[in-house]
């Protein structure tokens, strides 16, 4: 079985600001993980990823209270009906870590791992952690297609990747065929965004639906 992704420690140094951040957090919630939020995998592993998810970071009391990306504050309610929608995922999403999901041939990962302040990562925070995710990106076997969620997802992956981002910029539903994988890109699933009518489901679908015939061919 490959091993590629590199997880960080949980107690990562490399953030000053994340890091007094998150152990301010374990202070006050010491049940809360509060720590670098690790790729959500599916249980072959990574040989079965065909699909990478790349979302922002973890949401407060999300991702950075279960343990788990896209789970815990609303953050996923779009993302994985969409991923079971499509048999890129199986099971009930009761957004808990326990809650028996798998993910069928796809993998989620976050382009910072550690929960930011206003959900705002600095560019010093995103480029400290491409070190995570660039294996992930370059290293996966089996990985054709990377959907990035949002902005600062795209072009981190973008540079991860090596390319310009100003040769490859964001856009909703854009689709740019790289060396190894298809970089396709979305708005962001937040609640935020869906509430606001930015990222609507059928959007969202839309997207889905090219990756699906994407992976198909
Ligand atoms: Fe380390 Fe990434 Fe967390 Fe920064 S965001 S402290 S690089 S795990």
């Given at each position: 079985m490959t091993e590629t992704l590199t997880e960080p420690g949980r107690n990562c140094p490399l953030c000053p600001r994340l890091k007094d951040f998150r152990d301010n957090w374990r202070g006050r919630e010491p049940g809360w993980f509060n720590a670098p939020v690790p790729a959500f995998l599916p249980p072959e592993g990574e040989d079965a990823v065909r699909l990478l998810v790349v979302g922002l970071a973890p949401g407060l009391r999300g991702a950075n209270r279960t343990g788990r990306p896209f789970t815990g504050d609303y953050a996923g309610d779009l993302l994985y009906s969409t991923l079971i929608r499509f048999g890129l995922a199986r099971g009930q999403f009761l957004a808990r870590p326990d809650d028996g999901l798998e993910l069928v041939g796809t993998a989620i990962i976050n382009a910072v791992r550690c929960v930011p302040p206003e959900n705002k990562p600095t560019p010093a925070e995103i480029t400290a952690c491409r070190q995570f995710l660039t294996p992930a990106l370059t290293g996966?076997?089996?990985?054709r297609a990377v959907l990035a969620l949002g902005a600062i997802a795209h072009q981190s992956t973008v540079r991860a990747f090596g390319q310009r981002v100003a040769a490859l910029p964001f856009k909703h539903g854009a689709r740019y065929d790289l060396d190894r994988v298809a970089l396709f890109s979305s708005y962001h699933c937040s609640r935020y965004n869906t509430n606001t009518g930015v990222l609507t489901e059928d959007m969202f679908v839309s997207v889905f639906s090219e990756i699906d015939d994407f992976l198909r061919n």
């Open positions: 996966l076997p089996k990985l």
